[in-house]
């Protein structure tokens, strides 16, 4: 059957009653993405090319094995200039011809594909091989046009088969999934490739393959790498849940066992439903649309909660596997729509909105009462996407002013002198050194495709499919030369039901004749995001006896109190950052009712923990605000149980810093004459964190920022903690009091080094650039977390505090000797009472494995000096005054 080209259903416009948005508007909002693109990618070129990708805040590129490890997230860089290859074809749609043909000669002369690293086969497969790919698409169809590219011999996809024929070896399993990780240079399992041990992959990694794959074949005329991709397809339908049509986020490569059974259409999942639809679309296979079909049946029978999406487990489809949901799925809407089933698209991309519009970006985890979960955004384009289709659906300019939005916000509070920084914490607006490649790639072309007209395209995008990192593939592959044999696993009749799904594209004005239909969709769910700020209480066993230790009573710096947790099996673990974890083991309690004391010590502690965080644990904000900062440059720190609550001052506190001597702040302050009326900067260790305080409140400071001890410590790389009490009363302390890791911390002196006069802003979250006072913090920024369960069938229960700064810095093993009598927190219930902010999600680029490798105790080899740092920024001041003018 031919394939049927879904996206031309997209012109098939729904009237609104809302406004229209002019032609002028469009079009400088159109301008405006164009600017902010050029803004990313100079400053990717002045700075960090040929690096992997731009570090926005030091000024810098990335280059692997020179920065900390940030574990798998690091997986996507090869040392082989990712960003630039990402954005080829951003270049081309954005009427870029000059530059690209620019890049593209720098790729063929600097990129190198052979290097000795060790990378992540679904990162490079949708980032190089579909960069290289959509690049080649462009310069062929520009070279066609005859005046560009006329030069081009098919180079860069002679690049993209090479890196294809570095990804093969990872095919090579039993079952036809690949390795998630492959040596470009020595292949898998080899003595030198240093990788090939992995024994599972996530679905989305395995079945994100067969768009770039069979590209690649129909390209080349070599069957080989369609086969594959195909070959990965089949065995992941083959091992579906029969009887709920679903599958796992995780599977075993090898026994094709689903390692884990939980099923969502977000991370670890996504983009393997999107590739079946897209295969169709594509290679005009009707079993891959067949597929999707009895896929998408289930989705919406189970995992569809208009307009929440959440994921439950494979055998027991009814039962939810969790109360949140991540940012990926933000992508499901779009894919919606190419479906042609508006209405679940319209409400769940409206929930996304509300959820935006609370926190100025997606939160890379949000709850099922719109809260944060986890806080971070990397710069995600999935919501930007999901826009793009749902106004090229409906016409509806209520998605132009979504678009507005993310534009707004990103240039609001992502938006710094060298680029775009991702979000560290969305309630505080805090920055992460980091701007990833698909922020170029994607974000961008959504955003140009909303606003432009169609002569402003310079070709028919109708003509090209986007790949999940929105490369663009022509359709006309569908019709290339092919040679595979078809597969034996194809979906028989029987198993397909069709009868809800036409095989033709359904005509949006015939769908919704009502032009209120939208708006009527959307008001309701408003409403619930709204009205979702009262929050659970935490979650209490009925029943329960309180054990003789109370969690909230417990000092670690307390004998007794140690005596007591000895008894009940708790042991204390120093861990060389400064933090103390309890670890409890039932077999090592004095009895079988002390142990049961333990158990109950360490759930109040976990309750104690979600109280915390729901009531003080959101990170704080340092923000330089002083010349010729301005306010861009903002820092996470961490809160205090102490002292002034920064969640409470609308206007935070703002003064300037000065050097406490001594630097410990442990004994009374010499230099009072310069601390007073200041905010002092103290250094950790040697005292407890309150005393420092009661120091530096003595001498007159009014407020204090604690710099760790812990050289290259992080917030990109370590949990922030409260910093306690020491178990005195410490009404006494009436400034606010803020922790800084060591890199953020040397951001603030080396800005003190250069000038001599640096004024920050101590607040709860970054106010607007250039404005002194912002409005008072919205009701619903709090963190929740989900209420804790408890199961007895686990391993280990772990629990981490940080209560002084004397503790050992002894550095402890992660894993730990567990036994079946072993009490253990789940993974994802693990809490910590003093942190302020959970562990990440696994984001897109790393969901190919659950695990956290530890980031490597490295420090920045090479630091710039702030004049260094802000050469360049001195050079677009007037662009962003103007900007902010336009803006505010």
């Known amino acids: 059957m031919a394939p049927v080209l879904f996206l031309l259903m997209l012109s098939g416009a729904l009237c609104s009653l809302g406004q229209a948005m002019s032609r002028e508007e469009k079009l400088r909002l159109r301008n405006q993405v164009v600017e902010m693109f050029d803004h990313a990618y100079q400053n990717y070129m002045d700075h960090a090319y040929p690096a992997d990708e731009l570090m926005p805040l030091t000024c810098r590129g990335r280059v692997r094995g020179l920065e900390p490890s940030r574990g798998d997230v690091d997986d996507a860089l090869g040392k082989f200039s990712l960003t630039l290859i990402d954005t080829l074809d951003t270049l081309v749609l954005l009427n870029k011809t000059i530059e690209f043909e620019v890049a593209v000669r720098r790729v063929l002369k600097d990129v190198r594909l052979d290097n000795d690293i060790v990378v992540s086969v679904f990162e490079t497969n949708i980032r190089v091989l579909g960069g290289l790919l959509g690049g080649h698409s462009m310069a062929v169809m520009l070279k066609e046009g005859g005046q560009h590219m006329q030069w081009y011999q098919d180079e860069l996809l002679h690049m993209a088969k090479d890196i294809g024929l570095r990804l093969l070896p990872a095919f090579n399993t039993t079952s036809g999934l690949p390795y998630p990780r492959v040596n470009l240079k020595f292949g898998v399992s080899g003595p030198l490739s240093r990788t090939g041990t992995e024994t599972d992959t996530c679905t989305a990694c395995a079945g994100t393959m067969i768009l770039e794959f069979a590209a690649l074949s129909r390209f080349t005329g070599d069957p080989v790498f369609e086969a594959h991709a195909r070959r990965a397809m089949d065995f992941l339908w083959e091992k579906r849940q029969r009887n709920s049509n679903l599958v796992g986020t995780t599977i075993n490569i090898h026994s094709g066992e689903w390692v884990r059974r939980d099923s969502g259409v977000g991370a670890g999942i996504d983009s393997y439903y999107e590739y079946l639809l897209k295969a169709y679309i594509l290679l005009g296979d009707d079993s891959f649309l067949q597929r999707f079909n009895i896929h998408y049946a289930s989705i919406m029978k189970y995992i569809s909660q208009p307009p929440l999406l959440l994921d439950v487990h494979i055998h027991k489809p009814l039962l939810p596997a969790r109360t949140w949901m991540d940012s990926l799925l933000a992508f499901f809407p779009g894919l919606q729509v190419l479906k042609g089933d508006i209405r679940p698209a319209i409400e769940t991309h409206e929930m996304l909105y509300q959820v935006t519009k609370k926190h100025n970006f997606l939160p890379e985890a949000f709850t099922t009462d719109f809260r944060v979960h986890w806080a971070q955004h990397p710069l995600r384009p999935e919501f930007a996407e999901s826009t793009y289709f749902l106004y090229k659906a409906t016409g509806d300019p209520y998605y132009l002013e979504a678009g507005r939005t993310i534009l707004d916000n990103l240039n609001r509070f992502a938006r710094v002198p060298c680029g775009f920084a991702a979000m560290k914490d969305v309630r505080t607006g805090s920055h992460e050194d980091r701007m990833d490649s698909f922020f170029l790639a994607e974000m961008f072309k959504y955003l140009f495709l909303l606003f432009a007209e169609v002569e402003d395209i310079p070709f028919d995008v109708e003509d090209y499919i986007f790949t999940t990192e929105a490369h663009l593939l022509p359709l006309s592959l569908s019709a290339a030369p092919h040679s595979y044999s078809t597969s034996s696993n194809r979906t028989s009749q029987e198993e397909l039901d069709d009868t809800n799904f036409d095989w033709t594209c ?347 490798d530890e980031a490597e105790g490295h420090t920045d080899s090479s630091s710039q000096s702030v004049d260094e740092l802000l050469a360049d920024w001195r050079e677009d001041l007037e662009a962003f005054q103007q900007m902010e003018k336009d803006e505010l």
């Open 506 to 852: 359904p005509n949006t004005r015939l769908l919704f004749p009502d032009p209120a239909y939208p708006r009527n969709l959307r008001e309701p769910i408003r409403t619930a995001v709204d009205k979702s700020c009262p929050r659970p209480a935490p979650y209490r066993e009925p029943g329960m006896g309180r054990p003789p230790l109370r969690a909230q009573d417990f000092m670690a710096n307390n004998p007794e109190h140690l005596e007591l947790l000895r008894r009940m099996g708790v042991s204390l673990i120093h861990l060389k950052d400064g933090r103390v974890q309890l670890v409890q083991h039932a077999t090592q309690a004095v009895s079988a009712v002390a142990a049961e004391d333990g158990v109950r010590f360490m759930q109040e502690m976990m309750e104690l923990s979600s109280q915390q965080q729901k009531e003080q644990l959101p990170p704080r904000a340092i923000q330089i605000v002083s010349h010729p900062f301005l306010g861009r440059v903002v820092l996470t720190a961490g809160p205090a149980q102490f002292g002034t609550d920064l969640s409470k001052s609308s206007t935070g506190v703002r003064g300037f810093v000065t050097v406490a001597e001594p630097y410990s702040g442990c004994t009374e302050i010499t230099n009072a004459e310069y601390v007073q009326g200041h905010i002092a900067i103290l250094q950790r260790g040697q005292c407890m964190f309150a005393e420092k305080a009661r120091h530096i409140q003595k001498a007159g400071a009014i407020g204090g920022i604690v710099v760790d001890d812990n050289e290259g410590s992080s917030s990109d790389t370590a949990p922030l903690f409260q910093m306690a009490g020491d178990g005195r009363n410490t009404e006494d302390v009436t400034m606010p009091l803020l922790f800084l890791f060591h890199k953020e911390g040397n951001i603030l002196l080396e800005a003190l080094k250069e000038y001599r006069e640096v004024e920050v802003l101590l607040s709860d979250k970054a106010r607007d650039r250039g404005a002194d006072v912002q409005e008072a913090v919205e009701d619903c920024l709090t963190e929740a977390t989900t209420p804790t369960s408890f199961e007895s069938t686990t391993q280990t229960q772990t629990s981490t505090v940080e209560l002084d700064e004397s503790v050992s810095q002894e550095e402890v093993s992660p894993s730990q000797e567990t036994s079946d009598a072993e009490e253990v927190i789940p993974p994802e219930a693990e809490v910590s009472p003093t942190e302020a902010a959970a562990d990440p999600p696994q984001p897109k680029e790393e969901r190919d494995s659950d695990k956290r």
